[in-house]
């Protein structure tokens, strides 16, 4: 089975901190996505990844930034976290080469931003 | 752009019955994906059922079938001899072939499904 894991279930941050959130996928995925789910809006796609060191925005990619150096693994940055940043962050992974092929999630990070 | 819409934010069902959950989607392309994906209280998401919508017949996995009808372009979810694992939310989701630059998915508001023992 594909495993996704999210570095944190839950954290906590100021307003203003740089904050760090941490993916990694174990089965050799070229894409990997980060949405962010809201009560009411569903899932929405903040950026992804084609391979390593490529990146695309998605529908809400303002406030964010990308990191991917290694093929496993998908960083979000929050340059200067904000309390409208609260909220469920999903990262994902999917094998590229069959169309049909599905997301995996991780368990999600709960980012409070105080 | 594509959109995803299930109208129903929350559904109720005893357990051993019959639930459908539904999801209509906008879209101009022939060819694409959907996708039923589940997220228990745990929150991992979890798929559920995919369909090709070149495929005409519907996708079944055990107690869970679709709907899929390309001309309205409704998408439904039937699961069938609910139990208590499946309380949870369930979001439809879209994905065109060309990727129009994101290979991501287009997902809906999600239904809260509850069931009733």
């Known amino acids: 089975d594909v495993k996704v894991t999210q570095s944190s279930r839950y954290l906590v941050k100021r307003t203003g901190e740089k904050v760090f959130l941490e993916c990694v996928q174990d089965m050799d995925h070229e894409n990997m996505f980060w949405y962010r789910q809201d009560p009411g809006l569903g899932l929405r796609l903040i950026y992804f990844s084609y391979d390593v060191k490529m990146k695309e925005k998605g529908d809400i990619p303002e406030g964010y930034s990308v990191s991917r150096e290694k093929k496993e693994r998908f960083s979000l940055i929050l340059e200067s976290a904000s309390t409208n940043q609260t909220s469920m962050y999903l990262c994902a992974s999917r094998y590229q080469g069959a169309y049909n092929s599905p997301l995996h999630f991780g368990n999600g990070t709960r980012l409070t931003v105080t | 752009a594509q959109t995803v819409t299930q109208s129903q934010p929350e559904m109720s069902v005893q357990e051993a019955e019959t639930v459908t959950l539904s999801c209509t989607y906008d879209?101009?392309?022939?060819?694409?994906?959907l996708f039923w994906y589940k997220q228990p209280p745990s929150r991992q998401m979890i798929l559920v059922i995919r369909?090709?919508?070149?495929?005409?017949q519907n996708a079944t996995e055990n107690r869970f079938s679709v709907n899929f009808q390309k001309a309205a372009k409704s998408f439904s979810l039937k699961i069938s001899d609910s139990q208590l694992g499946d309380a949870a939310m369930y979001f439809c989701?879209?994905?065109?072939?060309?990727?129009?630059?994101?290979?991501?998915?287009?997902f809906g508001k999600g239904t809260h499904l509850i069931i009733q023992p």
């Open positions: 879209t101009s392309e022939s060819d694409y994906y």
């Open positions: 989701a879209y994905r065109s072939p060309a990727g129009g630059g994101a290979d991501g998915l287009t």
């Open positions: 369909q090709e919508a070149y495929k005409q």
